[in-house]
């Protein structure tokens, strides 16, 4: 069983709502991770937290925020997406961001933009 | 650019079959070499490489990193039809105190009975 857990795990919502994801990790870990896995295309880095601070920002749009009050928590916050942002968004954790450590994923959420 | 390639990008073979999959990289800073297993749900991790020439196995799952052709194999013995599924390389490069992981295509594995 994942320590990561996601939440919704399916969201469908319009392109002028706003609408929050959350993911939690019980694994004591230090770095989390968002990831958009779209169809046909490999998986995608969009934001790191390490220690509560984001350390990266793969030049994802403004549409998507992130927050991440501790570090077992971290939050999506979407506003005024577009169909093409439809995909799974994961999240994960790993103990460090610096070093060679493995990365533990969540279930996921399944988001549809209509 | 970095960059991350993997080989084939499908792959259909029948249960018993032994397979090898194949993965390429040219990243800056090198740190480590990881392999997932994508079903429909997300990526479960299999193995994380950082030290050339040494074999890591999982049961009928085995990987081995070669530094010096910046790659990296994956191989499944005795294919099972539970084996299909996308198998995704990344490869982790600590740019200063930073850590960035670029992702293969992947490889569609499609084990038939």
């Known amino acids: 069983e994942t320590g990561v857990t996601q939440t919704p795990r399916h969201l469908v919502m319009g392109m002028t709502n706003k609408k929050s994801l959350k993911c939690e990790q019980h694994?004591?870990?230090?770095?989390m991770y968002w990831y958009k896995q779209s169809a046909k295309k490999p998986l995608e880095l969009m934001f790191v937290?390490?220690?509560?601070?984001?350390?990266e920002n793969n030049s994802v749009p403004s549409r998507f925020s992130p927050e991440c009050p501790n570090s077992s928590h971290l939050f999506l916050h979407l506003h005024t997406l577009q169909p093409e942002d439809s995909a799974l968004y994961l999240c994960?954790?790993?103990?460090?961001?610096?070093?060679?450590?493995?990365?533990?994923f969540g279930p996921g959420t399944r988001l549809t933009v209509t | 650019e970095d960059k991350v390639v993997q080989s084939p990008l499908s792959l259909v073979v029948h249960e018993g079959d032994t397979v090898t999959l194949n993965c390429s990289y040219e990243?800056?800073?090198?740190?480590?070499l990881l392999w997932y297993k994508q079903e429909k749900k997300a990526p479960t991790f299999l193995f994380m490489l950082?030290?050339?020439?040494i074999e890591k196995k999982s049961g009928r799952l085995s990987s081995i990193l070669d530094k010096k052709e910046l790659s990296s194999i994956l191989n499944i013995t005795a294919t099972q039809t539970g084996d299909s599924a996308i198998y995704l390389c990344?490869?982790?490069?600590?740019?200063?105190?930073?850590?960035?992981?670029?992702f293969g295509a992947g490889t569609r594995l499609t084990v038939k009975p």
């Open positions: 950082t030290s050339s020439g």
């Open positions: 694994l004591g870990h230090n770095a």
């Open positions: 994960a954790s790993s103990q460090e961001v610096v070093g060679a450590y493995e990365q533990y």
């Open positions: 990243v800056t800073n090198f740190r480590s």
């Open positions: 937290y390490n220690f509560k601070e984001q350390t």
């Open positions: 990344a490869v982790e490069a600590t740019p200063y105190n930073n850590n960035d992981m670029r």
